[in-house]
Each structure stands twice: as structure tokens, then as C-alpha cells.
């Protein structure tokens, strides 16, 4: 990935952490997914009260960007403004590997930032 299109995918994420609904657990994520069409889709976490209903930042941008049409997700970047970097829960990396082979999982809080690929971080997904 170029450092223009992580630069994009940093800022989209940090916009949509902006709008996270998290007044339970203050803990506020934004994503940013990158499509191979190109295109940018991002999501924020959005908790609730019965928390099993809470859904994270990472699977709002999937599912956005299947709504708009995309099937293949080429990068994720997951934003959080936490000491140490926040990768994607183990249901994330699921719905991601959904419409993925293995893309660049990006973890940024602003002062850091490490790249990961999908089979790293889950490295026996379940696939059909």
C-alpha cells in the first residue's frame, strides 16, 4: 500500500473515531477499508446498551462497502487514540476473511502504526 493511500485510509478512520457511539465503555474505534476497485468505505463502533449488541468499527466499513456494491476488501486500517495499538477482534477478522484472501490489517493510534496481514492474526479462519 502507497503511504498516500494509508495516509487516506488514516484520516478516514480517524473521521469516522469521531463519530463512534461508545458511552458505555468510552473505548471509541474508527476503520477505514480500502476495496480493489479503489474505493474507501469506514465505520465507527456502536455500542449498546445490551452490549452483546454492540457492533465494531471494522464490520460497520465491511458491510458499508458491500451495501455499495464491493465484494473484495484489499486493506483495513483500524484507528483508536489508546497507548497501545487496537487490532480487530476475532468477529472482525471473520466478516473480513469473508471478502478477502489476505489483506493488509493496519493498526494506528495516531503516533504508531504496524501492518499485519489477515493470516497472521487469524490464521485458521473459517472459509467454505
Known amino acids: ?3 498516500s493511500i494509508q495516509a487516506s485510509l ?3 478512520a480517524r473521521a469516522a473515531e469521531d463519530r463512534a457511539y461508545a458511552p458505555y465503555s468510552q473505548f471509541k474505534v474508527g476503520a477505514a477499508i480500502l476495496t480493489s476497485s479503489g474505493r474507501i468505505f469506514s465505520g ?3 455500542e449498546n446498551g445490551s452490549y452483546g449488541l454492540t457492533v465494531c468499527a471494522e464490520r460497520v466499513a465491511v458491510f458499508k462497502a458491500v451495501l455499495g456494491g464491493e465484494r473484495k476488501v484489499k486493506a483495513v486500517l483500524v484507528y483508536a487514540g489508546t497507548v497501545k495499538l487496537t ?3 476475532g468477529a472482525c477478522l471473520q466478516v473480513i476473511s469473508e ?3 489476505n489483506p493488509e490489517i493496519v493498526l494506528s493510534n495516531g503516533r504508531s ?3 499485519y496481514r489477515l493470516r497472521e492474526l487469524l490464521p485458521l479462519g473459517f472459509r467454505f
Open 1 to 3: 500500500m502507497t503511504k
Open 99 to 101: 471478502f478477502s484472501e
Open 113 to 115: 502504526t504496524k501492518t
Open 87 to 89: 487490532p480487530p477482534c
Open 44 to 46: 465507527c463502533n456502536i
Open 10 to 12: 488514516l484520516r478516514a
